[in-house]
């Protein structure tokens, strides 16, 4: 969702749907970039990381599907803008040709950049989710958000532990 909209916004509960659809729009991406970045990467704990993490990120849409369901609502996506220009940004680090084990530290930073923004929207959603007294929204998302959590703590380990000290 763009900060700057002209859209109208009349209700929290408008805001939440329209912050989940973004969301769904944005997983959706992720799904068809993340076999890319297991694609490029050298070392083998990357690529399981980011395979792994498409298996997470496959459950985040049907989780999102179910929340969708329970709201009474079409899944439908909302172009999200944030997701498009990071996925863009990821792919000048795919195209891009050097010493494999720099190219994996770009690929984590990448990555890192869309988990963050994941981050920042799923806690964003939960809050909502939770003004509204929507529990099962609450307790869907915040599974999301902590594996979200698990997945940039994950990239961390791996570039501190290995690939960030084999770039130098």
Request: glycine share 4%; hydrophobic share 40%; with cysteine.
């Amino acid at each position: 969702m763009g900060i700057f909209t002209s859209e109208e916004f009349n209700s929290l509960e408008e805001l939440l749907e329209h912050e989940l659809r973004d969301l769904y729009d944005a997983e959706i991406r992720l799904t068809d970039a993340l076999p890319k970045l297991a694609e490029k990467a050298s070392s083998p704990a990357l690529k399981r990381a980011f395979e792994s993490h498409l298996r997470e990120t496959e459950r985040h849409v049907e989780r999102l599907q179910s929340i969708f369901e329970n709201i009474g609502i079409d899944a439908d996506r909302e172009k999200c803008d944030a997701m498009t220009g990071l996925i863009k940004e990821g792919q000048a680090v795919l195209d891009a040709e050097g010493d494999p084990n720099v190219l994996d530290a770009a690929l984590i930073a990448a990555a890192q950049r869309a988990e963050h923004y994941e981050i920042a929207a799923y806690g964003t959603a939960r809050a909502f989710a939770r003004q509204l007294g929507n529990e099962y929204a609450v307790e869907l998302l915040e599974q999301t958000l902590e594996e979200e959590k698990s997945a940039d703590r994950k990239l961390t380990m791996i570039a501190e532990g290995s690939v960030n000290p084999a770039s130098v």
